[in-house]
């Protein structure tokens, strides 16, 4: 899995390309967790998911520990273009609403920075 990373507007934008399992979950948690939020001491970030098809339970634990990370840095978690796989197994685990959904990415940098 490959995991770009850019900036728009003072606010980090990560986009994992291909599938959060096995090992890249490991991957996409040390950039999330070390890199953007521990490290940057980022007030946010989103995570564009528009490349990624399909993830696992052990993603699922990833994105929660990082929630978790962020919220106790007081740091804010946006995430666009969830696609319909992702979705379902937000809302079946229930963790759809821990994190903040954005309909395009101007909409979330324009929440996201606004709240820095």
């Known amino acids: 899995m490959a995991t770009t990373m850019r900036l728009?507007?003072?606010v980090p934008i990560l986009e994992p390309h291909?599938?959060?399992v096995g090992p890249a979950v490991s991957e996409l948690r040390?950039?999330?967790a070390l890199e953007l939020l521990e490290a940057s001491h980022?007030?946010?970030f989103?995570?564009?998911f528009e490349h990624v098809h399909k993830i696992d339970s052990s993603a699922l634990g990833m994105l929660v520990n990082v929630h978790v990370i962020?919220?106790?840095?007081?740091s804010r978690i946006g995430?666009?273009?969830v696609g319909r796989h992702i979705k379902s197994l937000l809302v079946l685990s229930r963790l759809v609403n821990i994190f903040e959904h954005f309909d395009s990415e101007e909409a979330a940098i324009s929440a996201l920075a606004?709240?820095?």
């Open 30 to 32: 040390e950039k999330l």
């Open 46 to 48: 989103l995570i564009n």
């Open 8 to 10: 728009k507007g003072g």
């Open 114 to 116: 606004s709240n820095d």
């Open 18 to 20: 291909g599938k959060i």
């Open 79 to 81: 995430i666009i273009n």
């Open 70 to 74: 962020a919220a106790q840095l007081k």
């Open 42 to 44: 980022t007030p946010c």
